[in-house]
């Protein structure tokens, strides 16, 4: 029976890959198994049965709880066990509602929305949090896109107004131009004209 700790090739073992294995305890159970090594370290803490049963931080896949979905909103998980478990669907509540929940010390209801103020969802500041309803989250976000887009459009006027008073002033410069050409050309037909009535008395 191999020690703790002792590492071997996989084929000195039995197995057919030749990476290297150490004979390690599960963390929860306590029986002991070969389990392949990356970087020095067992790739799973656990034995077979104990990982498909562990759930939470001792699922050999943790990641620290937090998940990011589709839509870019963050999911945190939690433990029956917490105070704000009722809020959660599947073990999990969005990042942006437990904040609020715990700024109150209470649990949300289920037609209690959270805003985000600045519409970047996975910013769960405090500040940037607001409590509201669904008939005024559908009116905060109406009214933000009706001042984005009348600033957009007050926007794009004066950028128009601006390129025009450019295009104006150049096309100013080019009629002083022309016409300063048209003098200096007539100039000199005067010139010739006198030159040769002169020449001809």
Same mark, same amino acid.
């Given at each position: 029976?191999?020690?703790?700790?002792?590492?071997?090739?996989?084929?000195?073992?039995?197995?057919?890959?030749?990476?290297?294995?150490?004979?390690?305890?599960?963390?929860?159970?306590?029986?002991?198994?070969?389990?392949?090594?990356?970087?020095?370290?067992?790739?799973?803490?656990?034995?077979?049965?104990?990982?498909?049963?562990?759930?939470? %931080?001792?699922? @050999? *896949?943790?990641?620290?709880?937090?998940?990011? /979905? !589709?839509?870019?909103?963050?999911?945190?998980?939690?433990?029956?066990?917490?105070?704000?478990?009722?809020?959660?669907?599947?073990?999990?509540?969005?990042?942006?509602?437990?904040?609020?929940?715990?700024?109150?010390?209470?649990?949300?209801?289920?037609?209690?929305?959270?805003?985000?103020?600045?519409?970047?969802?996975?910013?769960?500041?405090?500040?940037?949090? %607001?409590?509201? @309803? *669904?008939?005024?989250?559908?009116?905060?976000? /109406? !009214?933000?896109?009706?001042?984005?887009?009348?600033?957009?459009?007050?926007?794009?006027?004066?950028?128009?107004?601006?390129?025009?008073?450019?295009?104006?002033?150049?096309?100013?410069?080019?009629?002083?131009?022309?016409?300063?050409?048209?003098?200096?050309?007539?100039?000199?037909?005067?010139?010739?004209?006198?030159?040769?009535?002169?020449?001809?008395?």
């Amino acid at each position: 029976m191999p020690k703790l700790g002792e590492i071997k090739a996989g084929r000195e073992v039995g197995y057919k890959t030749s990476n290297k294995l150490i004979w390690h305890a599960c963390i929860d159970c306590g029986k002991e198994r070969w389990v392949q090594l990356r970087k020095g370290i067992p790739v799973c803490q656990h034995c077979e049965p104990c990982a498909h049963g562990a759930r939470g %931080e001792n699922h @050999t *896949n943790w990641k620290g709880g937090k998940q990011t /979905n !589709k839509e870019g909103y963050i999911r945190i998980y939690l433990y029956p066990d917490d105070f704000f478990y009722p809020m959660a669907w599947g073990n999990r509540v969005f990042e942006h509602r437990l904040v609020i929940a715990k700024h109150l010390g209470r649990n949300l209801h289920r037609w209690e929305i959270v805003h985000h103020k600045n519409g970047v969802r996975d910013d769960n500041r405090l500040e940037n949090l %607001e409590l509201t @309803t *669904n008939g005024s989250h559908a009116l905060a976000h /109406n !009214k933000g896109y009706k001042d984005g887009y009348t600033k957009g459009l007050a926007d794009g006027k004066d950028k128009q107004i601006q390129e025009l008073k450019i295009l104006m002033e150049e096309q100013a410069r080019q009629i002083r131009l022309l016409q300063w050409q048209l003098q200096e050309k007539l100039s000199a037909i005067y010139n010739r004209y006198v030159e040769k009535e002169q020449v001809n008395e």
